[in-house]
């Protein structure tokens, strides 16, 4: 008879009369926390665990379950003999409803690990990629999770490499829009949390740009992901004009920080294609980022200076308020000097060789 039946038989039997299971847990609650063995071939097939534990994995109602939680609280945190949470089971089932019940009832959830390494967030990010799940709902848990519990640093690189760019390459443009959000999200994870990361009251979104530019090994790292610094540009647009605290736009501190190469040149002219004013923008140095580019790595000609001058054509006729040269003096003066580009830059101002002081309008 049904009415007979434990909660687990119930569940086995796929038993969707929810009235039926409010009536038996209200009669046997107990049952919430009776151990069961998982069938061979569940995704946790040799651990054991409780019955609460295989009511957050199926499709059952929240109320059920918010009702099972108020008659046995102690549900939300018993591990079973397989040591691992309910809100553990339920990333494995991505019922968001359910995970973000039980990081409410049990925050402490998010860093019980199973088997003392595969925390619940690790399990959901890889639901994600490997579904290719990436609607806003999804994001916002992600958020919790990593919120309420904040991966080491080693664990969010191998999720960076061996999932999100692994997917990244192989992924459409329209797919890579709706997958950004969830790799950004990690790299802020990467900037903000563990040792050695920057102070989490600087976490701020019109400035994540900034900092992942600045990051030597962030920046070298989402390089391997071909397009998705380009993608991070086009995705913080309106933040292109914000200067950190040195004045520095994302357009200055990729300049500042940038070498030759054919993957950072297209960084380059993607920053002034979506913001060509951020190279009228000096930072508090008064340096404009065609200075910057005369000095460092951007210092040739072709490509990289032509296509400053091209979005701000006064910087090449503007002294350097700090050495009161104009920019054909400091490429000459330069230990590194290339003639091609004093010769350019004369070209574009010739009457900067008679010591005409002009000033940027």
């Known amino acids: 008879m049904t009415e007979n039946q434990s909660l687990q038989e ?25 151990p069961y063995s998982p069938p061979f071939g569940d995704s946790v097939s040799e651990a054991k665990y409780t019955t609460f534990h295989l009511m957050c994995h199926r ?8 009702f099972a939680i108020g008659k046995r609280p102690a549900v939300v945190s018993n591990l079973g003999d397989g040591g691992y949470s309910p809100l553990f089971q339920a990333c494995i089932s991505m019922r968001n409803d359910i ?38 709902e999804n994001l916002e848990v992600c958020k919790k ?28 443009d329209a797919h890579q829009k709706n997958m950004f959000p969830f790799v950004a999200l990690l790299v802020r994870q990467l900037l903000f949390y563990g040792r050695g990361s920057l102070q989490r009251s600087r976490n701020d979104e019109s400035r994540l740009l900034h900092y992942m530019f600045s990051s030597y090994f962030v920046r070298e ?28 736009t994302p357009l200055f501190i990729w300049i500042k920080n940038g070498v030759n190469s054919e993957a ?52 090449c006729c503007t002294r350097n308020i700090e050495s009161r040269m104009y920019p054909f003096m400091e490429a000459a003066a330069d230990k590194r000097c290339d003639l091609s580009t004093v010769f350019s830059l004369l070209k574009e101002h010739p009457k900067a060789a008679c010591g005409l002081l002009t000033v940027l309008r």
């Not at 969707?16 to 046997?28: A, L, M, P, V």
């Not at 499709?59 to 918010?66: D, R």
């Not at 000096?282 to 979005?311: C, E, H, I």
């Open 10 to 34: 119930m569940l086995e039997n796929g038993q969707e009369h929810w009235d039926r299971f409010h009536e038996r847990i209200n009669s046997h609650p107990d049952e919430l926390l009776q």
């Open 59 to 66: 499709h059952m109602p929240i109320g059920v379950l918010e």
């Open 99 to 136: 995970i973000m019940l039980l990081l409410e009832l049990y925050p402490e959830a998010a860093g019980i690990g199973y088997r003392g390494h595969n925390f619940p967030a690790m399990i959901y990010v890889a639901n994600i990629f490997e579904l290719n799940d990436f609607v806003e």
């Open 145 to 172: 999770l990593l919120e309420t519990y904040p991966l080491d640093r080693g664990i969010v690189i191998n999720i960076l490499k061996n999932q999100c760019f692994t997917s990244w390459k192989y992924c459409s």
């Open 221 to 248: 790292l989402t390089l391997e992901a071909r397009g998705f610094l380009e993608h991070a540009v086009r995705y913080y647009k309106h933040h292109l004009l914000t200067q950190n605290d040195y004045g520095e």
């Open 264 to 315: 950072k040149r297209t960084i380059l002219l993607e920053l002034l294609t979506n913001e060509p004013l951020a190279a009228c923008v000096p930072n508090k140095s008064v340096r404009l980022p065609f200075y910057q580019a005369l000095v460092g790595s951007y210092r040739t000609w072709m490509w990289y200076l032509r296509s400053l001058l091209d979005v701000a054509p006064k910087a």
